[in-house]
């Protein structure tokens, strides 16, 4: 099983871009896998936000589709997600994993907590 | 989009007790759900996948079943460490939508 690892900055200010990078090790080159962003806000339950291939291939959340964009650095074994124009209401602990073609959650960041707030 | 939904939305049990925890998605998505457990603080663990398959680790104690587009989750003894939020998730296609939650305390 892969490992993976959250990165990026706890504190965003309103109406800025939030971005975010997970970290995979143990490889990552294979399409058999979806690599996916998940959050969850103070309190509440699971948000999935989104995911991308290894080819590059994206499918956002509907409820977030205009705001999120998902990258993968195949160099780094990274995936990224920018989140644009935060507001309060993105103040979450943000997950990334990787899901199976066909199945579901493998592995789990541990999950970072980002703050909206000035 | 498929919509997922958790009855109840919370439960207080007693320890030995049978707890039952039922998830509606709002199309078919055959067999393709998971469950999970979350404690306070801690990520989320994979109990069930495919509906009614026992992930390995998981205890024996806990069962999944599913009817049509309805799905349970059964804990045939409640223990003090089941005390947690259970997610259920589809993953059958994109968007890979969680359930609301039900969150297990004890009596």
């Known amino acids: 099983q892969v490992q993976l690892q959250e990165s990026g900055p706890g504190l965003v200010k309103p109406s800025e871009t939030l971005s975010l990078t997970c970290t995979v090790s143990?490889?990552?080159?294979?399409?058999?896998?979806?690599w996916n962003w998940i959050r969850q806000h103070p309190g509440k339950g699971l948000e999935w936000i989104g995911y991308?291939?290894?080819?590059?291939?994206?499918f956002y959340n509907p409820s977030l589709k205009s705001r999120v964009t998902m990258l993968i650095d195949k160099s780094k074994n990274q995936f990224s997600l920018k989140l644009s124009s935060v507001t309060a209401a993105d103040t979450a602990v943000y997950y990334c994993a990787n899901i199976r073609v066909g199945s579901t959650v493998e592995s789990w960041g541990q999950g970072t907590l980002v703050t909206v707030s000035s | 989009d498929i919509q997922m939904t958790q009855s109840p939305s919370s439960l207080s049990a007693s320890v030995g007790d049978r707890v039952t925890i039922t998830c509606r998605a709002s199309?078919?998505?055959?067999?393709?759900l998971a469950w999970f457990q979350q404690k306070p603080g801690k990520i989320p663990e994979l109990l069930i996948y495919s509906g009614s398959i026992l992930h390995s680790g998981a205890p024996s104690r806990f069962s999944g079943s599913r009817s049509g587009t309805d799905f349970t989750l059964t804990i045939s003894s409640l223990q003090p460490e089941d005390v947690a939020t259970y997610y259920c998730q589809k993953y059958n296609i994109a968007p890979f939508t969680f359930g609301p939650g039900t969150k297990v305390e004890l009596k």
């Open positions: 199309q078919t998505i055959a067999d393709h």
């Open positions: 143990g490889g990552m080159n294979s399409d058999s896998y979806y």
């Open positions: 991308i291939s290894y080819s590059g291939s994206t």
